[in-house]
């Protein structure tokens, strides 16, 4: 079977909407239709401002479409890591946000009838050796020492072909899974029903220009005026706030399977720190990516290619840790944004008086700290100030 070279999330039939074409003005233009771009939108028309909403390609067509489909709370390293790098209190400050965070949009995926795509049944961070089962341990002692959920499973209670006397798993029961592109496309049409506009395929060029006392953001064919903008990418963060260039853009790969007849893994799965990160839809298929650290100095690319090594060992890993031999039907990989620190920015871009915001650079756990700083981004528009400016870094940081 031919593998699709469209990502899973997106491969079902799609009418996009219009491009911008002329001039238009709004309070607020928020480039970038994903779900950092969508929840900002969302946020400032509860505020009642008016919206425009730009994307070069279609409503979840960037990073936040064409990921694993993860729903994670918590920051890209592990809790036990955070605390050493951020100290204790911004290391909990940021987890409690994110796990508020997942509560508010499954609420708010409820309104807009896409509770459906979530599927929260726990998240399993899986131990592959002695070594990491140790990190797991450390990682679940400090949660336990701040009070927050995580649940120790000893190796050989671990589901399937997961087991093994060496291993370990950390289960986190308010983790999940989501359809991102279903879901993101039904928060759209909601905001589109209280009055945004959203335009596709309008690619922004250069960054937004502050002209006086507002801000003209330029597409190929068009403009938005407006009193402020906000810059919601992730891996393309930098090419449009240049201040942001400790942002670099990263590609991550990931295949999906034919639909199985059997469960192989009950629950998501993050394992070897990380580097590897599997789940099974609700269709039955198989959902897996990793092995960035094999893609080495390539990953580092602003261009959504897969590649043939990194794929090649996906396609072992699915055979020999899941034992699934089922055929691959989609190939894709996503361009994501990485920080050294690793903290997303988030708040306004120098030089532009506070009229310019953006927020991006989630180390490749975007689809709750987006939503976070969705909540910074649009305070900061509302009110000039926002309590939780300090969880994340400044986007000149």
């Known amino acids: 079977m031919t593998s699709a070279p469209v990502p899973l999330w997106q491969d079902e039939p799609y009418r996009p909407r219009p491009a911008l074409d002329g001039e238009v003005r ?107 089962a140790d990190d797991v341990r450390a990682n679940a002692a400090a949660l336990a020492e701040d009070g927050f959920p995580g649940h120790l499973v000893a190796g050989d209670d671990l589901p399937g072909p997961l087991a093994g006397a060496d291993r370990a798993g950390l289960l986190f029961p308010h983790d999940g899974s989501v359809h991102p592109v279903r879901w993101l496309r039904a928060l759209a049409g909601s905001l589109e ?106 990953s580092w690319t602003d261009r959504a290619a897969v590649s043939a090594p990194v794929q090649a060992r996906l396609d072992r890993w699915l055979a020999d840790e899941l034992g699934v031999d089922a055929p691959v039907t989609h190939r894709w990989a996503g361009v994501v944004g990485f920080a050294e620190d690793p903290l997303p920015r988030c708040g306004p871009v120098p030089g532009t008086g506070g009229r310019v915001l953006a927020l991006g650079g989630y180390n490749g756990t975007g689809h709750v700290q987006a939503w976070v700083a969705s909540r910074v981004v649009a305070d900061l528009v509302v009110g000039g100030a926002s309590a939780s400016a300090g969880l994340y870094a400044a986007v000149d940081a």
């Open 193 to 298: 029903a209280r009055g945004a506009r959203v335009f596709e395929h309008s690619r922004v060029v250069g960054p937004p220009v502050v002209e006086g006392d507002g801000v003209r953001v330029r597409t190929d064919a068009g403009a938005v005026r407006c009193d402020r903008a906000v810059v919601a990418v992730d891996g393309d963060l930098a090419a449009l706030v240049p201040s942001a260039r400790s942002v670099r853009p990263r590609r991550l790969n990931m295949l999906a399977t034919a639909p199985l007849r059997q469960t192989v893994l009950p629950v998501p799965v993050y394992a070897r720190y990380g580097y590897e990160y599997a789940h099974q839809t609700a269709d039955g298929r198989i959902a897996l990516g990793g092995f960035s650290d094999l893609d080495g100095d390539a």
């Open 26 to 132: 709004a309070d607020v233009c928020v480039v970038g239709a994903g779900v950092g771009g969508l929840a900002t939108a969302r946020r400032l028309l509860g505020a009642g401002l008016s919206v425009v909403v730009l994307d070069r390609a279609e409503v979840a067509s960037g990073a936040s479409g064409r990921n694993g489909g993860f729903f994670i709370a918590g920051a890209a390293p592990m809790y036990h890591e955070t605390r050493a790098l951020w100290g204790r209190e911004r290391a909990a400050a940021v987890h409690a946000a994110t796990l508020a965070a997942q509560r508010e949009m499954l609420e708010v995926a409820e309104g807009v009838g896409a509770r459906r795509h979530f599927r929260v049944d726990g998240l399993l961070r899986l131990a592959v050796d002695a070594a990491e």
